[in-house]
């Protein structure tokens, strides 16, 4: 397997184009965080969320993973449960991703209900930038809003509201790992996913 100087490459699999951008840096702050420096993270591969739960469309995905030039010793696909429980789609989504994937380690995490979420459990982390107000607060259970890009809107200054594709990857970002784990369980499995992804490397 070819690779990036040497470096392990972590292949991510989104279905956003703001995730393309989002999630690798949100990963290299993970790794950052685990002290494996040394991992590199990959452009995503993009499927389409409505897509993605038919048969095939996984697997493929997962090929074009395992094909990148740099390499990939391992893949981790983050997509929003919106109305599905991710507890029932995860472990489907897990079984197909292990049988295409042979020996590669490979991790599923379902976004509750979107990769927002994050930011709107740790909103008080995010006071002053790309517009939320110095006086946002995390709700109660921030996984439990049907709307989060809309929630996020309504806590920035007048005029602004929240445009996925310029402020999800700034988010990303700035956002409160701890904080967001301690509120959101999805982001918490999203962080011992990636711990046992980097264990398997």
Known sequence: MSHMQGSPVIVPIVEGHAE??????????????LERYEIHIARPVRVKRYQ??????LE????????????????LCLLDADDDC??????RLIDRAQ???????????????????????????LRGVRGITEIAMAPEQPEAIRDAKGYLSHQMIPG??????????????????????????SFDKLFRDVQTLLQAI
Do not use: N
């Open 20 to 33: 393309v951008a989002a999630l690798p840096i949100l990963m290299r702050r993970l790794v950052a965080q």
């Open 99 to 125: 049988s295409a994937s042979a020996d590669l380690p490979v991790a599923v995490v379902l976004a509750k209900s979107e990769f927002e979420a994050w930011f709107v459990g740790s909103l008080e982390s």
């Open 160 to 185: 602004r509201r929240y445009v996925e594709v310029d402020d999800q990857p700034a988010l990303a970002k700035h956002f409160d790992l701890a904080l967001a784990r301690h509120r959101c369980p």
């Open 60 to 75: 493929r995905a997962l090929t074009l993973a395992q094909r990148r030039p740099e390499g990939c010793d391992a893949v």
């Open 52 to 57: 993605v739960v038919r048969p095939g469309e």
């Open 86 to 91: 991710p507890k029932e789609l995860a472990p």
